[in-house]
T-cell receptor, first 113, second 114 residues
């Protein structure tokens, strides 16, 4: 079985400050972890993924995510937030043997000018 | 490439009506998926397909049907629409179904059932 949790419905951050969007997961095998972003009235867009190897994964638009196996977490980060980063962010997990990813409920990121 | 396209963008149905949501991808992807997105609930998988002629149920298939006669197209059929089917529907595709594969999403169809 696989599951993912995004404990925050909303994250507020000032422009220029670092941001973190949290994600924890549970799988029975090897985890494959993904972050997607959804801008208003748009479909989801892929940001980055962890497959294996380096625990720090770099993705699009200056985002990165840190895989922590002991804490079963995959938090999304960015050193300096932009107002244009305001969007809905989804974490997803796939167990190595699964066709189908499980998505979190989403976290709304609001970056204030 | 257009990627994944969905039509219509918006639709209002009356209770009991039926409709088909269209989804087409031009990336020659084998795997295709239908999700619904409700506020605060994330994405729920309705149906998926691993190739032409093969479909399977996801987490919330009741009230929906799908077919996959070609690699490109994966229409979702709503029979006897109900208010509970008011949602935003997303189609997605991926090259394979293996764990490392990234999904590509369409822009969505916003459906209201009154």
């Amino acid at each position: 079985a696989q599951s993912v949790a995004q404990p925050e419905d909303q994250v507020n951050v000032a422009e220029g400050n670092p941001l973190t969007v949290k994600c924890t997961y549970s799988v029975s095998g090897n985890p494959y972890l993904f972050w997607y972003v959804q801008y208003p009235n748009r479909g989801l867009q892929f940001l980055l993924k962890y497959i294996t190897g380096d625990n720090l994964v770099k993705g699009s638009y200056g985002f990165e995510a840190e895989f922590n196996k002991s804490q079963t977490s995959f938090h999304l980060k960015k050193p300096s937030a932009l107002v244009s980063d305001s969007a809905l962010y989804f974490c997803a997990v796939r167990d190595g043997g699964s066709y189908i990813p499980t998505f979190g409920r989403g976290t709304s990121l609001i970056v204030h000018p | 490439n257009a990627g994944v396209t969905q039509t219509p963008k918006f639709r209002i149905l009356k209770i009991g009506q039926s409709m088909t949501l269209q989804c087409t991808q031009d990336m020659n992807h084998n795997y295709m998926y239908w999700y619904r997105q409700d506020p605060g609930m994330g994405l729920k998988l309705i149906y998926y397909s691993v190739g032409a002629g093969i479909t399977d149920k996801g987490e919330v298939p009741n009230g929906y049907n799908v077919s996959r006669s070609t690699t490109e197209d994966f229409p979702l059929r709503l029979e006897l629409a109900a208010p509970s089917q008011t949602s935003v529907y997303f189609c997605a595709s991926s090259t394979t179904g293996i764990g490392t594969d990234t999904q590509y999403f369409g822009p969505g169809t916003r459906l209201t059932v009154l």
